[in-house]
């Protein structure tokens, strides 16, 4: 069974936020971020989610709720949470480097694509 919760808050351009978080089996499996300017709704959530699911709390979903709150209030840079790495090898090593870059940095396709060549993936690019 998968559990989903919702956290409404305000972004930093003042703008209302609302954030759907979903688990399953302990991890987070899914998380979507929308404001009035890129609105979804909680059925586009659940849709993309998948089913079954219910809007239950659970002390995965609680932790995120309150770890995105410090985010946005801006008292956190990082988070702590068990999370659900589903996709292809390829995916899994791209989202594996992406965590590694630190809060307020920038890195480039080129640096990204570098990195992950690093780690044993090969990186195809179209002839220019």
Known sequence: MSNWTLVE????????????IGERDGFIAAASLCDDVHPRTED??????????????????????????????GGRTSFDLPLLFKGTEFQRRVWQQL??????????????????????????????
């Open 9 to 20: 808050g305000t972004l930093s351009d003042g703008l209302p936020m609302r954030l759907f």
């Open 44 to 73: 586009e959530f659940l849709w993309r989610f998948g089913s079954p699911h219910t809007r239950n709390g659970s002390p995965v979903l609680e932790e995120a709720a309150r770890q995105a709150a410090e985010y946005f209030s």
């Open 99 to 128: 965590r590694l870059i630190p809060f307020g940095r920038t890195v480039s396709y080129g640096e990204l694509a570098g990195s992950v060549s690093k780690s044993g993936c090969l990186i195809m690019r179209p002839p220019c």
